[in-house]
């Protein structure tokens, strides 16, 4: 992940990229999951059966996807 500080006007703004979307396909841990929705501290994935699952972003950045 890419951490951009940007200065505005005496304002510190920290911007964080992240490496998907919302709707985008991931695979991880052997299951493919679309993204829901993403939030500062977790995202939500939708499953193919429609039931959905909670990751830390912080565990999904040690993950391969």
């Not at 052997?30 to 990751?55: C, P, Q, W």
Request: glycine share 4%; charged share 25%.
């Amino acid at each position: 992940r890419a951490l951009d500080v940007v200065r505005d006007r005496g304002r510190l703004w920290v911007a964080i990229c992240s490496p998907y979307d919302t709707g985008d396909r991931c695979f991880i841990d052997n299951e493919n999951l679309v993204v829901k929705k993403m939030t500062l501290f977790a995202t939500i994935f939708t499953r193919s059966d429609g039931t959905e699952t909670y990751y830390f972003n912080s565990q999904l950045f040690n993950k391969f996807m």
